[in-house]
């Protein structure tokens, strides 16, 4: 091969790969986004990534934001962390976005944070840990409760049912030892003693060893199962399979109809903390949440023909804090950070928002609910 | 203690019997074509996700399943014919590429007909638990296992009584000489395919009750079951079949009696040992190259 | 004459190094720095690979273990142990080659499919502890990795980190390329030919192995070290199943037993999915799809199958 040529092959290749992709108009305003849509985290970036499309579309066919039409950037991350850290590259240098909506997991996340941080753009993350916004990034913004929230919640709960000895298990992905962790450091503030702890792997396909285990172990009076994905579900078939008869919590990660599709009957009975969108049908005609909850799942159902679940709308949430700053306060990035973190009394499916300069999140306890899982549907468990 | 014992060996014996189906499906390929198939975990997850698809649209299970079933070795033949055949004499490595290639494929053909999310099938009777001296079974487990049971059994049938089978097993024995006894090589390459994708689906069709199925199942299930058929002996139907067994019983005892964060760790150290000690699986010939 | 050239030991660095050079000054942003910088990190990976698989005939799934044992050095030792960045480089490849001697001897005994999995058990352990090991690696989520410091500044641009993998990447090569010149490499061509007549003509075949494997091992941990210093985050990703996976699929795909192969197959593999992602559903089918053509249609890799039709057509 000669020299020019191997040149040109391999200059070619470079350049063409992404010079194909420019050409927007002008007068578009860029929103980026990095989901999981593909891999092991699918069941969260898919339905953020439908949501965001559905929503972005309906924003521009009513006339845009301050008469501008949106234009999303999608890129799949497919869970890993390092392509998350491209793409989120690709979004500032070459499709300059104004702000960024996404972020599918704390791993993802966590890789991304820099890369917005020194580019000054907003980004409101979709992944669930507390160490995203703890300690406070100038520019890093969430809308899913955290799972330190999770936590308190379920053991207010066990509280109150006077249960206070209880056994774990939990998955060994990110979100299951981010709970996991979680629930490890806030226990003993709640009086509630952990006796006994199990793992699985997030494509386990058999937990029986593991709960026969914690159902030998003597005087365990509930247990919690921090994970998402299909874990949960295998979870809680087995669980009843072998007859354990404490009650079993669940966590925010499988706030999903698709979960109680996948465990059947033996998801009744299971208590887990989640956000209003899950029993929107199911609120009081007073409650401030339940307009926005219920048209947001009807459209996501509608359209998508899937069950609704959380994860979607946390990125209905962001989109809409994120329209919200922008018709405050335009499209610089600057601007739009300074109106993200002003936003007050936003209603959104996880609950109202007020973010501040010290809680780039804006969710409190109340916004979570205690749900039961009974015949085959939500339930309000308070 | 006994009932303990007793519920990990089912679990163990109930996912090692399905890493042993996959295994089953590699041999067979394996030993027809010398291919070593790593999109054989994308069959077991076509029988599941079209079975699904199926029943959801109100076909009965037992014509939903023969639906999956032909679809998987519809794909089977595809892939040979597309992807492995024009290339038959290339290097191993690089007929595994290819094959890993078509995973991406088969893969990325079902996230868009069927969509990225987890679908699950009914138990085919009931999911009330049998009580057997103190551990409890879900029928499902029982259905796998008799399932395994069943295919082995016919995959030993079809071998050694039929002409098709025999004139496979020539074919892997020696493929010049059954070239010349009058095999239609090409014919026996497509079925092996074929038969393959069958087994890996029926295996995807008796264990999404249990396990659930979505568009990347089967990535983990290769890497079980090319690790079944190795720790077994490479190229026994037998062997791969225990090396699941084993590799699934090794699993679930290392979760209840030792770690479950590092069972998996325990049942790959298990698998280098064996290596180590067999360097040709448990059922192989030492150094076992193929002839 | 171009022939004459082309048989000297330094074409192909002199070549790989110029094209490294112009390309570099070329490239118009960051974004697309960052993107060649992953190309010459996973050549250097794929360059390890190629001598054990391409030039010694031996398979390893499990190569992403050590990419993960280099990753996780630079981000682990200094945060945790104090250790300065460069030192914790050198100690990552240094864990590196002494596993893979140790762990080489016994495995390297097996063939082909038994390697494989081998191998692959060996990656998968690595990635478990990495995943399990939360006190020390950050678990599933991963850590960040400080920066590194050079002569009190602090390297950080993509475009710095261009110029150090590049100059890497080069050195690595004309090592390999003086190893293959070399009686090791002479050797390594009988090994990859026929493993009894290697034997048989007095080769110590173990030893030979052994020492291609270590090589290919300390590539693959100073790639890792780079990416997480370049980078500046960390998750077990990096050591994972697929990614030995696609290590193979660069070699494979690019040409085993050439050199430059593996380094067109570093750039397809990383390029490609940055190409394709416009496609947005139809990434990975047309990723698949794109491996068998270029397979059936030239099974022995990129390189070796041009290099062969140009000399054809030449001479």
């Known amino acids: 091969m000669t020299l020019h040529k191997s040149l040109a092959i391999a200059a070619g290749l470079l350049m063409g790969a992404t010079s194909l992709f420019g050409g927007a108009q002008a007068q578009d305003i860029k929103v980026g986004a990095v989901l999981s849509v593909t891999g092991p985290g699918a069941f969260l970036g898919d339905p953020a990534d439908k949501t965001l499309r559905m929503y972005v579309d309906e924003i521009n066919a009513k006339g845009g934001v301050k008469g501008r039409k949106l234009q999303l950037v999608i890129y799949d991350d497919g869970g890993d962390a390092g392509k998350a850290r491209t793409f989120a590259?690709?979004?500032?240098?070459?499709?300059?976005?104004?702000?960024?909506?996404?972020?599918?997991?704390?791993?993802?996340?966590?890789?991304?944070?820099?890369?917005?941080?020194?580019?000054?753009?907003?980004?409101?993350?979709?992944?669930?840990?507390?160490?995203?916004?703890?300690?406070?990034?100038?520019?890093?913004?969430?809308?899913?409760?955290?799972?330190?929230?999770?936590?308190?919640?379920?053991?207010?709960?066990?509280?109150?049912?006077?249960?206070?000895?209880?056994?774990?298990?939990?998955?060994?992905?990110?979100?299951?030892?981010?709970?996991?962790?979680?629930?490890?450091?806030?226990?003993?503030?709640y009086g509630v003693e952990i006796l006994a702890e199990e793992t699985y792997g997030p494509r386990d396909t058999d937990m029986t060893p593991q709960l026969t285990n914690l159902k030998a172990k003597a005087g365990v009076q509930a247990v919690i199962n921090p994970g998402f994905g299909q874990g949960p579900a295998i979870v809680t078939r087995n669980f009843r399979q072998l007859g354990f008869a404490v009650p079993l919590y669940q966590s925010h990660g499988v706030a999903s109809k698709q979960y109680i599709d996948l465990a059947g009957d033996a998801a009744n009975g299971v208590r887990l903390p989640a956000a209003a969108l899950l029993v929107a049908d199911k609120l009081a005609a007073s409650d401030p949440q339940k307009a926005v909850a219920s048209a947001y799942a009807t459209k996501f159902q509608t359209i998508t023909k899937e069950p609704v679940s959380t994860f979607g709308g946390h990125a209905f949430d962001g989109l809409m804090i994120l329209v919200g700053a922008m018709e405050r306060g335009g499209f610089d990035p600057k601007v739009i950070r300074d109106e993200i973190e002003k936003t007050k009394g936003l209603i959104g499916t996880a609950g109202v928002f007020n973010m501040s300069a010290s809680d780039h999140m804006g969710l409190d306890l109340s916004a979570f609910k205690m749900l039961e899982i009974r015949n085959g549907d939500w339930a309000l468990a308070e | 203690m006994l009932a303990q014992f007793l519920q990990f060996a089912m679990s163990g014996l109930t996912v090692g019997a399905v890493y042993g189906i996959v295994a089953l499906g590699f041999t067979l390929i394996y030993n027809a074509s010398g291919v070593m198939n790593f999109a054989q975990g994308e069959f077991v997850m076509i029988g599941g996700m079209v079975t699904v698809s199926a029943?959801?649209?109100?076909?009965?299970?037992?014509?939903?399943?023969?639906?999956?079933?032909?679809?998987?070795?519809?794909?089977?033949?595809?892939?040979?014919?597309?992807?492995?055949?024009?290339?038959?004499?290339?290097?191993?490595?690089?007929?595994?590429?290819?094959?890993?290639?078509?995973?991406?494929?088969?893969?990325?053909?079902?996230?868009?007909?069927?969509?990225?999310?987890?679908?699950?099938?009914?138990d085919f009777s009931g999911d009330t638990p049998?009580?057997?001296l103190g551990a409890?079974?879900?029928?499902?487990?029982?259905?796998?296992?008799?399932?395994?049971?069943?295919?082995?059994?016919?995959?030993?049938?079809?071998?050694?009584?039929?002409?098709?089978g025999k004139a496979l097993i020539a074919t892997s024995a020696n493929r010049l000489a059954a070239k010349l006894v009058g095999i239609n090589i090409s014919f026996i390459l497509a079925l092996a395919f074929a038969l393959s994708a069958v087994i890996g689906a029926a295996a995807g069709i008796l264990v999404t009750p249990i396990t659930f199925t979505y568009a990347e199942v089967g990535t983990l299930l290769a890497l079980k079951g090319f690790a079944a058929l190795v720790l077994?002996?490479?190229?026994?139907?037998?062997?791969?079949?225990?090396?699941?067994?084993?590799?699934g019983l090794s699993e679930a005892f290392a979760a209840g009696y030792l770690s479950s964060t590092y069972k998996d760790a325990v049942a790959l150290l298990l698998m280098i040992a064996v290596l180590l000690l067999r360097p040709g699986g448990i059922l192989g010939h030492a150094g076992a190259e193929r002839v | 004459m171009m022939a004459r050239f082309r048989q000297n030991r330094w074409f192909e660095p002199a070549l790989i190094a110029l094209i490294i050079i112009i390309i570099g000054l070329v490239l118009p942003s960051t974004y697309y720095f960052r993107i060649a910088t992953l190309v010459l990190i996973a050549g250097l990976s794929a360059t390890g690979l190629n001598l054990l698989l391409g030039y010694a005939g031996q398979i390893s799934l499990g190569h992403a273990g050590f990419v993960g044992i280099g990753a996780y050095a630079v981000a682990v030792l200094p945060a945790k142990f104090a250790v300065p960045s460069l030192l914790a480089i050198f100690?990552?490849?240094?864990?590196?080659?002494?596993?893979?001697?140790?762990?080489?001897?016994?495995?390297?005994?097996?063939?082909?499919?038994?390697?494989?999995?081998?191998?692959?058990?060996?990656?998968?352990?690595?990635?478990?502890?990495?995943?399990?090991?939360?006190?020390?690696?950050?678990?599933?989520?991963?850590?960040?990795?400080?920066?590194?410091?050079?002569?009190?500044?602090?390297?950080?641009?993509?475009?710095s980190w261009y110029w150090i993998s590049g100059t890497v990447l080069v050195l690595a090569v004309v090592l390999a390329r003086n190893l293959l010149d070399s009686s090791t490499g002479r050797a390594l061509r009988a090994l990859h030919d026929s493993e009894v007549a290697a034997r048989s003509a007095g080769i110590d075949v173990a030893r030979i192995k052994s020492i291609v494997f270590v090589i290919s091992a300390v590539f693959a941990s100073l790639s890792g070290s780079l990416y997480a210093l370049f980078n500046g985050h960390v998750t077990p990703d990096i050591a994972s199943f697929l990614n030995s996976i696609e290590i193979v699929t660069m070699v494979v795909l690019g040409?085993?037993?050439?050199?430059?192969?593996?380094?067109?197959?570093?750039?397809?593999?990383?390029?490609?999915?940055?190409?394709?992602?416009?496609?947005?559903?139809?990434?990975?089918?047309?990723?698949?799809?794109?491996?068998?053509?270029?397979?059936?249609?030239?099974?022995?890799?990129?390189?070796?199958?041009?290099?062969?039709?140009?000399?054809?057509?030449?001479?």
């Open chain 1, 89 to 189: 590259t690709r979004l500032v240098e070459e499709d300059k976005i104004v702000a960024m909506v996404g972020g599918s997991s704390t791993g993802t996340t966590m890789a991304m944070v820099p890369i917005f941080e020194e580019a000054q753009i907003p980004f409101i993350s979709l992944g669930g840990a507390v160490v995203i916004i703890e300690p406070v990034k100038k520019f890093v913004f969430k809308t899913p409760h955290t799972d330190r929230m999770a936590c308190e919640k379920i053991f207010t709960d066990l509280k109150q049912r006077n249960l206070t000895r209880i056994a774990l298990i939990s998955g060994t992905d990110g979100f299951g030892k981010s709970m996991r962790d979680q629930c490890a450091a806030v226990n003993a503030k």
């Open chain 2, 55 to 122: 029943v959801g649209a109100g076909v009965p299970l037992p014509l939903a399943a023969l639906i999956a079933v032909i679809v998987a070795a519809s794909v089977g033949v595809l892939l040979q014919r597309l992807a492995i055949e024009p290339v038959r004499d290339a290097p191993p490595v690089v007929l595994i590429i290819i094959t890993v290639g078509a995973a991406l494929v088969i893969r990325g053909v079902a996230q868009i007909v069927f969509g990225k999310q987890l679908h699950k099938l009914s």
């Open chain 2, 130 to 132: 049998l009580a057997f």
């Open chain 2, 136 to 164: 409890s079974i879900l029928p499902q487990a029982l259905w796998v296992l008799a399932g395994t049971v069943l295919i082995v059994t016919l995959v030993w049938l079809f071998l050694n009584l039929t002409m098709l």
């Open chain 2, 232 to 247: 077994g002996g490479l190229g026994s139907p037998l062997g791969a079949v225990i090396g699941g067994l084993l590799l």
């Open chain 3, 91 to 159: 100690c990552g490849t240094l864990v590196s080659g002494v596993v893979a001697l140790i762990i080489g001897r016994p495995i390297l005994r097996l063939k082909d499919h038994f390697l494989a999995v081998a191998t692959l058990a060996f990656g998968i352990l690595i990635a478990m502890v990495l995943n399990n090991e939360q006190w020390l690696t950050g678990g599933p989520d991963g850590m960040a990795v400080s920066r590194i410091e050079l002569f009190g500044i602090r390297i950080r641009s993509a475009q």
């Open chain 3, 255 to 315: 040409g085993m037993g050439s050199l430059s192969g593996g380094l067109v197959g570093a750039v397809i593999l990383v390029v490609l999915p940055q190409a394709l992602s416009f496609f947005h559903e139809y990434e990975h089918l047309l990723l698949g799809v794109l491996m068998i053509l270029i397979l059936v249609f030239m099974r022995a890799g990129i390189v070796p199958t041009l290099a062969a039709r140009w000399a054809r057509g030449r001479l």
